[in-house]
């Protein structure tokens, strides 16, 4: 690897090191700054309870409640069915024979040879 290579992946993680500490110091301000303005105002906690309290009667009160009852099933006349297909005697067992295997031979050029050339021994290990 080159110097120059060295020198431009060292700058390159360099800068993403800053941006990191950056960002790290960034996220802290804004933490320490949410925490010191997190006062609110008794009234709009009373609202907000208030609020909450009201909703949790309702789901309490919709927890409690029945379902209304389902229609009755309608009654329908009955459908005269057809009668079960007849039984047919036991069918013969069936024994599958296979065929005698064919070989194929495909001639192909070349025949036996190996694809080696002249030299090319010297690079096997």
């Known amino acids: ?19 990191g500490v950056v960002g790290l110091t960034r996220t802290l301000d804004l933490g320490a700054s949410s925490q010191a303005t997190a006062t609110v105002s008794p009234a709009v906690i ?6 909450l309290d009201r909703f949790e009667a309702s789901l309490r009160k919709a927890r409690n409640s029945r379902p209304p009852a389902l229609p009755p099933l309608p009654e329908y006349p009955s ?5 079960p ?17 064919r070989v194929v031979v495909v001639p192909r050029s070349g025949g036996e040879h190996d694809d080696h050339h002249e030299g090319s021994e010297g690079w096997d290990d």
Do not use: D, F
């Open 46 to 51: 009373a609202k907000r309870t208030k609020k």
């Open 85 to 101: 297909a007849p039984t047919q005697a036991p069918t013969q067992a069936v024994t599958y024979v296979r065929p005698p295997l």
């Open 79 to 83: 459908v005269a069915t057809s009668s």
């Open 1 to 19: 690897m080159h110097s120059i290579h060295r020198t431009v992946i060292a700058a390159i993680i360099g800068l993403a090191a800053v941006a």
